[in-house]
């Protein structure tokens, strides 16, 4: 291969943790489905609101005070079924709620929940705010959500923990504690720009959030996407495939880019994504084909041809069973939607 798949072959340790960040950027660039949407949420003792289950996922970051996170067992069927231990929030923590669960935030575990109320949008704040409680402490956050579309998750965020905390203080994540301060400056002290400013924050903050969860992952750990990007063979191999989805990769070609074996090779790939290298390159070709019938008016010809089917035919009978439709239906259903 030629052009900038060259430079795949031999790359070290920290070549492959900057193309890692890359990949964690395509996988939720193909799942978002619409811009976050947040709300500032200011109790004072004692306060406890009831968040619904929402689609995509949810995040909190705490901008003054403390507080009490519950999580609800919106999906007990689920393999992860998070603990429903109430987690302690102290100022700059930020939780993530992978699939949108419904919770419980609180000045305390034993405070009741009301519902949660819409926002007042202020013309002088650049997102809405909701107030409750007393006349205690005070907490201040903000809250929102990910659209994402979790009917058909990337395996790197299907992997992720149902709830992932994050403290930022004591010089720990020092870049999603600074995006973390960025964003309290402009929500205490709106001014001209402030509302650019916020949405760009928190539409950077999810890779802020899940890039530091990564880093935070032992660095022995046996398997997982925190173990393959950073991973001296798994890592070339999958760059090379988000980097040139339509090229005619095999096992062995592949194999080769990682300096292994076919057989070698294909286990240690298996091992850490959770598919075999075949299986992930036509999850990845879908995904990108979707994307592009959604988001574009290329022909057929030309979407088989960018995800690497030689014809039309050949394509949409992989998308179909992929998808479970049509590409031309699908197309139309999502511009329906």
């Avoid at 949407?37 to 995040?59: D, K, M």
Wanted: aromatic share 6%; with cysteine.
């Amino acid at each position: 291969m030629s052009g900038s798949l060259g430079c795949v072959r031999g790359r070290g340790p920290e070549q492959a943790k900057g193309r890692a960040v890359d990949i964690l950027t395509e996988a939720l660039g193909s799942m978002r489905t619409g811009h976050p949407t947040s709300v500032r949420t200011e109790g004072r003792a004692p306060w406890g609101l009831r968040l619904p289950p929402v689609a995509g996922a949810g995040f909190h970051v705490v901008l003054h005070g403390t507080c009490w996170l519950i999580p609800l067992e919106d999906a007990p069927d689920a393999p992860d079924a998070p603990d429903t231990e109430p987690i302690a929030l102290s100022p700059g923590d930020v939780v993530f709620l992978r699939d949108g669960r419904g919770h419980i935030l609180a000045d305390d575990p034993a405070t009741p929940a009301e519902e949660e109320q819409p926002g007042q949008h202020r013309p002088s704040t650049p997102i809405g705010t909701v107030t409750l409680g007393g006349d205690g402490a005070r907490t201040s956050l903000l809250c929102g959500n990910y659209h994402l579309d979790q009917g058909r998750p990337h395996p790197l965020v299907r992997q992720l923990p149902a709830v992932i905390h994050l403290p930022t203080g004591q010089g720990r994540h020092p870049e999603l504690s600074a995006a973390v301060q960025l964003l309290r400056a402009e929500l205490d002290h709106p001014r001209v720009g402030s509302a650019g400013i916020v949405p760009a924050l928190i539409d950077s903050l999810l890779l802020y959030i899940l890039r530091a969860w990564l880093e935070d992952q032992p660095p022995a750990a046996a398997a997982g996407w925190a173990a393959a990007l950073g991973d001296s063979a798994v890592a070339p191999a999958l760059a090379a495939i988000h980097e040139a989805p339509s090229a005619q990769w095999t096992v062995e070609s592949l194999a080769d880019r990682a300096g292994l074996s076919r057989a070698a090779f294909a286990r240690r790939f298996t091992t850490l994504v959770g598919e075999p290298p075949m299986a992930y390159l036509t999850r990845w070709r879908m995904t990108n084909a979707a994307k592009l019938l959604r988001e574009s008016e290329a022909p057929l010809t030309t979407v088989a041809a960018r995800t690497g089917y030689g014809s039309e035919y050949a394509f949409a009978k992989a998308f179909k069973r992929e998808y479970g439709q049509a590409p031309g239906g699908y197309r139309r259903q999502s511009r329906a939607a």
